[in-house]
């Protein structure tokens, strides 16, 4: 089973920062886009942000001018830098990575974010 490696969670208080991160396992080839999802308790799981190869990077509304997605195509990596965080941020976080054949997600990751 591909697993997606995804780390960077936790717990900060609100205006803080945190960087997700997640690494593609190199048996994951061909790959067309990766991103970041979340999903709060009690609500569906929502685009945060993605990025195609080659194309400019989208953002969910809610996180626009305070989240920035970014890869490293060297080691098919990519990363969720989160500025500015709001106790509303609190969610478990996905990373999803899209080949020519299938989806991928990871497991997910806590992040909370207290008042």
């Known amino acids: 089973q591909v697993q997606l490696v995804e780390s960077g969670g936790g717990l900060v208080q609100a205006g803080g920062s945190l960087r997700l991160s997640c690494a593609a396992p190199?048996?994951?080839?061909?790959?067309?886009?990766m991103g970041w999802y979340r999903q709060a308790p009690g609500k569906q799981r929502e685009l945060v942000a993605a990025?195609?190869?080659?194309?400019?990077?989208i953002y969910g509304d809610s996180i626009k001018g305070r989240f920035t997605i970014s890869r490293n195509r060297a080691y098919d990596t990519t990363f969720l830098q989160m500025d500015n965080l709001k106790p509303e941020d609190t969610a478990v976080y996905y990373c999803?990575?899209?080949?020519?054949?299938?989806?991928?997600w990871g497991q997910g990751i806590q992040v909370a974010v207290s008042s």
């Open positions: 999803k990575i899209v080949s020519p054949w299938r989806e991928f």
């Open positions: 190199r048996s994951i080839t061909g790959i067309k886009a």
């Open positions: 990025m195609a190869s080659g194309g400019n990077p």
